[in-house]
């Protein structure tokens, strides 16, 4: 099975380059299956219901998130019946939505996807590790196909997700920082790793907004207006193949996109 996972989207830009370029993609690559990380989709800063039916019109299967999830408080009261919207797990008990998921691929076959943030230099969460294991004790026999989606800043906490996983996950893909790494590999239980599969949305920009303001925060320590870049979208994505019966990936790869470099 060939699933394609979508990193963070980043508002309008990231929409529209999905939208003219997706379905060419998932053709090339004949993917089963499509998750994306959503959750800067809407402006920039968190998702709305319009904006996730307008990805689930594209193809997207299941959007994930992160600490961002939150930023579009409208989309809190639909957390809990748009099951195809996860958001991290690990946060406290009694909060919408959930971060784990059953669900099948157009053949039918069955696809756990679990959302899980990381500690370090974030939020103080639950601990995400803990939470794995009561995602996967849920999952148990229900899927051979899983996916983790581990939104986290230190590479020194995801590649510690995926050694802690490897072996009971088909993937460990790391989001949130909306820059690409090169360590996409198969590890050696049979999990597929990336510590961030990027971002999908303007490259002429610091990850995903205006470089402008940006610099005069840094320069100035003073707060500004961040607004989400337009120009030179692309699409960083990673592809991998899965065997349905094992659940072990047998290969990843990073899918790049942009104008002058076609995925």
């Given at each position: 099975m060939k699933v394609l996972f979508i990193g963070d989207i980043v508002g309008k830009a990231g929409r529209l380059v999905l939208k003219q370029q997706l379905d060419r993609i998932v053709d090339r690559?004949?993917?089963?299956?499509?998750?994306?990380?959503?959750?800067?989709?809407?402006?920039?800063?968190?998702?709305?219901?319009?904006?996730?039916?307008?990805?689930?019109?594209?193809?997207?299967?299941?959007?994930?998130?992160?600490?961002?999830?939150?930023?579009?408080?409208?989309?809190?009261?639909?957390?809990?019946?748009?099951?195809?919207?996860?958001?991290?797990d690990n946060y406290p008990p009694g909060l919408p939505g959930t971060g784990g998921g059953l669900f099948h691929s157009p053949a039918g076959t069955p696809i756990g996807v679990l959302n899980l943030e990381g500690r370090v230099f974030m939020?103080?969460?639950?601990?995400?590790?803990?939470?794995?294991?009561r995602l996967l004790e849920r999952l148990s026999g229900q899927a051979s196909i899983l996916v983790v989606d581990f939104?986290?800043?230190?590479?020194?906490?995801?590649?510690?997700?995926?050694?802690?996983?490897?072996?009971?996950?088909?993937?460990?893909l790391g989001t949130h920082t909306h820059v690409a790494t090169a360590d996409n590999r198969v590890l050696p239980g049979g999990t597929a790793y990336m510590s961030d599969v990027g971002m999908t949305g303007s490259r002429d920009s610091i990850i995903g907004v205006q470089k402008e303001p940006v610099l005069e925060r840094f320069l100035t320590q003073l707060p500004v207006r961040f607004e989400v870049a337009k120009k030179d979208p692309v699409i960083c994505a990673a592809l991998m193949d899965i065997d349905e019966g094992t659940g072990k990936t047998r290969s990843i790869e990073r899918v790049f996109w942009s104008e002058d470099t076609q995925a």
């Open positions: 690559h004949q993917v089963d299956f499509v998750i994306a990380n959503g959750e800067n989709a809407a402006g920039g800063f968190g998702l709305t219901l319009d904006v996730a039916n307008e990805l689930f019109g594209l193809g997207i299967h299941v959007l994930t998130s992160g600490n961002h999830i939150w930023d579009k408080k409208e989309i809190l009261e639909h957390l809990n019946r748009e099951k195809r919207i996860l958001r991290p939020n103080y969460l639950d601990c995400p590790f803990r939470a794995a294991d939104h986290a800043e230190a590479t020194s906490e995801k590649v510690a997700m995926g050694a802690y996983l490897d072996g009971r996950v088909s993937a460990v």
